[in-house]
Structure formats: structure tokens, C-alpha cells
């Protein structure tokens, strides 16, 4: 079938990890830096960036026949403001607390390179369905490493998972004691670098061995 064809299969799965936006094309770092000092609040931070990219690049994709060349950048920034605000304002209503957590970083979404990289680059020369997997696969390539490094920073910093504590009490009384370094900004650019690190190796260490 044409709607999984090879091309379209291309365009899902490469951003989940060959042309990951955060492993490989280094965009959307500073709101995971940002939002990762918790799982919940990484988990609803990638989730909005999927479904405001897959969506925003279907409009965008739609109209992209019809929007002059020199209006282009502002058209899409209205595209996705206006996607930022719905999804906003869903927050505050069904998820108030994330919301409050999250706080400007759900706003700053309009400005996430990863967003305009993948309008321009995709949206605005190929169709809406392709589209929508482009965009679908990147929001979920970024959520994925915002899980990952929530998960590290909230287990090793609280010892907890989604709000559960995942040690048990006989860990402390022994002498453990949580590593308070994990929920700060720089712990979240190493983490991030880490895992860029052991991408890459892997990944060179397989085309070596091609």
C-alpha cells in the first residue's frame, strides 16, 4: 500500500534513531534540559511536541500551495502558536499540576527549532501524509530521549519514578542517599551527551563493521 510505503516507512522511522532530533541533529536541547528533572513532566512535554508537529506539519503540507514565499515563516508560526495554545489550554484543564511544572516551556514550544526545521524542511514540499509521520516520528524521537533522561534524572535524584518511590526504605536506613546533582540543568546536558555518546558509537561501530 502506498500509505506504508517504503519513503513513508522512511520518514517515521529514521527520526526514532537514525536522524534522531536530539541524538543526531542536536535540536530541541535547551527544553530538555529544562523539563526533565521529572519523568511526568518529560513524558506530557514529548507527547505536545509529537502531537504539535504532526499536525502543525499536516496544516502546513495542506495549505503550502497557497502561502506566498515571503510569508511562509510567519504563516507557520501561526500555525503552531495556534496549536500550542489549544494544547495549553487542554493542560491546564485535565493536567493542571504538569501544566504548572512544565510552566513557559509549553509556550516556548512555538519556538522549538525541531517544529520550523521540519515545516520548512518537509511539510512545505510533500504531502500531508508523509507529513504526518515526518512529524509524528520527530515528536516522538525527541520524547523518547525526554523519557529517558526524566526516568535516569528522577530515579537517581529521588529515587522515585512518576512520583513513586521505587527504593525501598531499607536502601536509606543502610545509607544511600539520592543524588541531589541529577535534578539540576547540568546533570540533564551531561545525561543528554551521554546518550548522544553512546548513540553515535554504536551506530559508527555498525557502519565500520559494513
Same mark, same amino acid.
Given at each position: 500500500?502506498?500509505?506504508?510505503?517504503? /519513503?513513508?516507512?522512511?520518514?517515521?522511522?529514521e527520526?526514532?534513531?537514525?536522524?534522531?532530533?536530539?541524538?543526531?541533529?542536536?535540536?530541541?536541547?535547551?527544553?530538555?534540559?529544562?523539563?526533565t528533572?521529572?519523568?511526568?513532566?518529560?513524558?506530557?512535554?514529548?507527547?505536545?511536541?509529537?502531537?504539535?508537529?504532526?499536525f502543525?506539519?499536516?496544516?502546513?503540507?495542506?495549505?503550502?500551495?497557497?502561502?506566498?514565499?515571503? %510569508?511562509?515563516? !510567519?504563516?507557520q +508560526?501561526?500555525?503552531?502558536?495556534a496549536l500550542?495554545? %489549544?494544547?495549553?489550554?487542554?493542560?491546564?484543564?485535565?493536567?493542571?499540576?504538569?501544566?504548572?511544572?512544565?510552566?513557559? *516551556?509549553?509556550?516556548?514550544?512555538?519556538?522549538?527549532?525541531?517544529?520550523?526545521?521540519?515545516?520548512e524542511?518537509?511539510?512545505?514540499?510533500?504531502?500531508?501524509?508523509?507529513?504526518?509521520?515526518?512529524? +509524528?516520528g520527530n515528536?516522538?524521537?525527541?520524547?523518547?530521549?525526554?523519557? !529517558?533522561v526524566?526516568?535516569?534524572?528522577?530515579? +537517581?535524584?529521588?529515587g522515585? +519514578?512518576l512520583?513513586?518511590? %521505587?527504593?525501598? /526504605?531499607?536502601f *536509606?536506613?543502610?545509607?544511600?542517599?539520592?543524588?541531589?546533582?541529577?535534578?539540576?540543568?547540568a546533570?540533564?546536558? !551531561?545525561?543528554?551527551g551521554?546518550? !548522544?555518546?553512546?548513540?553515535?558509537?554504536?551506530?559508527?561501530?555498525?557502519?565500520n563493521?559494513?
Amino acid at each position: 500500500m502506498i500509505l506504508f510505503s517504503k /519513503q513513508n516507512k522512511a520518514a517515521f522511522t529514521e527520526p526514532l534513531n537514525l536522524n534522531n532530533p536530539i541524538m543526531v541533529q542536536v535540536l530541541g536541547i535547551c527544553s530538555a534540559l529544562a523539563v526533565t528533572s521529572q519523568l511526568k513532566p518529560a513524558i506530557v512535554m514529548g507527547l505536545a511536541v509529537t502531537v504539535i508537529t504532526a499536525f502543525s506539519n499536516v496544516i502546513i503540507s495542506l495549505i503550502r500551495k497557497t502561502i506566498p514565499v515571503r %510569508i511562509r515563516i !510567519i504563516v507557520q +508560526l501561526v500555525v503552531v502558536a495556534a496549536l500550542v495554545t %489549544i494544547v495549553s489550554q487542554i493542560l491546564k484543564a485535565f493536567a493542571y499540576d504538569v501544566s504548572v511544572q512544565l510552566s513557559v *516551556y509549553v509556550g516556548l514550544i512555538i519556538t522549538n527549532c525541531i517544529l520550523m526545521g521540519r515545516l520548512e524542511a518537509f511539510a512545505m514540499v510533500n504531502r500531508p501524509w508523509p507529513s504526518f509521520l515526518d512529524g +509524528l516520528g520527530n515528536g516522538l524521537g525527541y520524547a523518547v530521549i525526554l523519557v !529517558i533522561v526524566g526516568a535516569l534524572r528522577e530515579f +537517581l535524584g529521588r529515587g522515585s +519514578l512518576l512520583g513513586f518511590k %521505587i527504593l525501598p /526504605q531499607g536502601f *536509606y536506613d543502610a545509607g544511600y542517599l539520592n543524588n541531589g546533582m541529577m535534578t539540576m540543568p547540568a546533570m540533564a546536558l !551531561i545525561l543528554i551527551g551521554c546518550v !548522544i555518546w553512546v548513540h553515535r558509537a554504536f551506530f559508527n561501530k555498525e557502519e565500520n563493521e559494513k
